[in-house]
């Protein structure tokens, strides 16, 4: 590393105290100097805990902009904030990675892309399972074509209850959905990357509110306030791409089912498959002979050299740093995160429209 990089964090709730503000705290190269909240409580209090050096903090991310000593921006704020402030850092000259869901909408993931591109500034969106040690070892099997011609998958984003009650997580204007956008985000991403494929064609589907409205529901994080599950509680797509390949995508935050599996990806290829249901398995066929096979990973994190390991979080935030520092594309890139977004947005539009949405 050729220098320390000033880091801004904007938004210090939940995300940034439990992934960026940790794992930026284990790297020496950098310093968190600025924190911004619109509650200026949790600023001071992250300031406290994580800020080297001079610190400052704000309730306003205008007033963070400002400031020429920063290098780096992270935007933790609900989805509808995203494009906004992520904008307006990379024309104030801060590289910027932004929690995930890109944006509320495909037309503001689109406007990211361009600012990025207009200004020359590096912009990553924080799909932080692309890190693990399972998704690291099966992008590379795929990268190197032992699945061949992968043209079925299956995107998995699927919880029992577990409704996350805080915050705007129900508010549909804050957030532009429910499980869709908050997991099933996490499930496409992964899919899309296995299969280095971003050109949709078309895309059906539907969505539900069958649970949401039900008084003192059980759920992992408490009951719901039916009044304010505003988002559905599960949301399914079908999604084809240009070269004929298809993805069934699945979500919920609330669904009566035993098969429970969320960030996963399955997937069917010309040389070979595999999942991530039960662990990391493999399947294909050699000599007339039909195969499977458990891959054994440390549960650490991805190892690296003399036998250390990184979490994925860990690995996400070093990763990030380093493509700033050698002046490389991030691992992930902001064109591959607006094509999720837009498949997201399709889906939600299909739902609502009952017609299947094409993409030119």
Same mark, same amino acid.
């Given at each position: 590393?050729?220098?320390?990089?000033?880091?801004?964090?904007?938004?210090? +709730?939940?995300?940034?105290?439990?992934?960026?503000?940790?794992?930026?705290?284990?790297?020496?190269?950098?310093?968190?100097?600025?924190? *911004?909240?619109?509650?200026?409580?949790?600023?001071?209090?992250?300031?406290?805990?994580?800020?080297?050096?001079?610190?400052?903090?704000?309730?306003?991310?205008?007033?963070?902009?400002?400031?020429?000593?920063?290098?780096?921006?992270?935007?933790?704020?609900?989805?509808?904030?995203?494009?906004?402030?992520?904008?307006?850092?990379?024309?104030?000259?801060?590289?910027?990675? *932004?929690?995930?869901?890109?944006?509320?909408?495909?037309?503001?993931?689109?406007?990211?892309?361009?600012?990025?591109?207009?200004?020359?500034?590096?912009?990553?969106?924080?799909? &932080?399972?692309?890190?693990?040690?399972?998704?690291?070892?099966?992008?590379?099997?795929?990268?190197?074509?032992?699945?061949?011609?992968?043209?079925?998958?299956?995107?998995?984003?699927?919880?029992?209850?577990?409704?996350?009650?805080?915050?705007?997580?129900?508010?549909?204007?804050?957030?532009?959905?429910?499980?869709?956008?908050?997991?099933?985000?996490?499930?496409?991403?992964?899919?899309?990357?296995?299969?280095? &494929?971003?050109?949709?064609?078309?895309?059906?589907?539907?969505?539900?509110?069958?649970?949401?409205?039900?008084?003192?529901?059980?759920?992992?994080?408490?009951?719901?306030?039916?009044?304010?599950?505003?988002?559905?509680?599960?949301?399914? +797509?079908?999604?084809?791409?240009?070269?004929?390949?298809?993805?069934?995508?699945?979500?919920?935050?609330?669904?009566?089912?035993?098969?429970?599996?969320?960030?996963? *990806?399955?997937?069917? +290829?010309?040389?070979?498959?595999?999942?991530?249901?039960? +662990?990391?398995?493999?399947?294909?066929?050699?000599?007339?002979?039909?195969?499977?096979?458990?891959?054994?990973?440390?549960?650490?994190?991805?190892?690296?050299?003399?036998?250390?390991?990184?979490?994925?979080?860990?690995?996400?935030?070093?990763?990030?740093?380093?493509?700033?520092?050698?002046?490389?594309?991030?691992?992930?890139?902001?064109?591959?995160? *607006?094509?999720?977004?837009?498949?997201?947005?399709?889906?939600?539009?299909?739902?609502?429209?009952?017609?299947?949405?094409?993409?030119?």
């Amino acid at each position: 590393m050729s220098r320390t990089y000033r880091i801004a964090i904007i938004g210090c +709730g939940g995300i940034a105290n439990g992934k960026h503000m940790p794992s930026l705290a284990k790297l020496e190269q950098v310093e968190m100097a600025v924190f *911004c909240d619109i509650e200026i409580e949790r600023a001071q209090q992250a300031a406290a805990k994580f800020g080297k050096g001079e610190t400052a903090v704000y309730e306003r991310y205008e007033d963070v902009l400002k400031d020429d000593t920063i290098d780096i921006v992270h935007v933790c704020t609900p989805n509808d904030s995203h494009a906004e402030i992520t904008i307006a850092a990379l024309e104030a000259g801060k590289h910027v990675m *932004c929690e995930k869901p890109m944006a509320k909408t495909a037309a503001d993931a689109r406007r990211m892309v361009e600012a990025a591109k207009r200004t020359g500034k590096k912009l990553t969106i924080g799909y &932080n399972n692309r890190f693990r040690s399972d998704s690291q070892y099966l992008q590379k099997l795929c990268a190197d074509g032992e699945l061949g011609e992968i043209y079925y998958a299956k995107a998995h984003a699927i919880r029992r209850r577990a409704v996350p009650t805080w915050g705007v997580f129900l508010d549909e204007e804050k957030q532009g959905g429910g499980p869709l956008i908050d997991i099933g985000t996490h499930a496409l991403d992964l899919t899309l990357w296995m299969m280095n &494929n971003y050109k949709p064609k078309a895309v059906l589907g539907t969505s539900f509110h069958k649970l949401s409205q039900r008084e003192n529901a059980a759920n992992a994080w408490g009951p719901w306030d039916p009044a304010q599950f505003t988002v559905e509680d599960s949301a399914f +797509g079908m999604i084809t791409m240009q070269n004929g390949a298809t993805i069934m995508l699945e979500s919920s935050w609330a669904l009566n089912s035993l098969e429970v599996d969320e960030a996963k *990806c399955t997937l069917c +290829g010309t040389e070979g498959g595999a999942d991530m249901k039960d +662990g990391l398995r493999l399947n294909g066929e050699k000599n007339s002979r039909l195969f499977t096979t458990n891959v054994e990973l440390s549960s650490g994190g991805v190892a690296f050299y003399e036998g250390e390991s990184e979490n994925a979080p860990d690995l996400e935030m070093r990763l990030w740093i380093e493509a700033i520092d050698n002046d490389t594309e991030p691992v992930v890139t902001p064109e591959q995160a *607006c094509v999720v977004s837009e498949i997201l947005e399709a889906i939600y539009e299909s739902a609502r429209t009952g017609k299947a949405v094409y993409f030119e």
